[in-house]
């Protein structure tokens, strides 16, 4: 077994871990916002670690370019989903109150909604 071999396990082994950890994050959560920072951050970073092994993995292939792709796009559009989320669940208050140590939103009258 090469280094190269040990390394793609590695980053697949971790980004699968951390994809699980962020769905065992979306079950066990409590509210919309918890929820959303558990399906974007380890999500995209276990993605982000699978598609590195699998570009070792295929280093010289014609397919390394679409991976490279894939990753960029999650990359943009993750942060994009998960701030449009969160505005949703501020705007239809279904989020948890007690939970928010600083309400940034109140000061441009987010909640005036209903």
């Given at each position: ?11 697949i082994l971790g980004g ?15 509210d919309t916002l918890s ?80």
């Amino acid at each position: 077994m090469s280094a190269l071999d040990i390394i793609t396990a590695v980053l697949i082994l971790g980004g699968s871990t951390l994809a699980l950890t962020a769905a065992i994050g979306i079950v066990r959560f409590p509210d919309t916002l918890s929820r959303m920072h558990a399906a974007s951050k380890p999500q995209v970073l276990g993605l982000l670690l699978v598609l590195a092994g699998a570009a070792i993995r295929l280093r010289g292939h014609a397919d390394v370019g679409m991976l490279i792709l894939t990753g960029l796009f999650t990359v943009i559009t993750a942060p994009v989903i998960a701030n449009r989320v969160g505005q949703l669940a501020y705007r239809e208050q279904t989020i948890r109150d007690d939970l928010l140590t600083r309400d940034e939103m109140a000061e441009f009258g987010e909640t005036d909604t209903k």
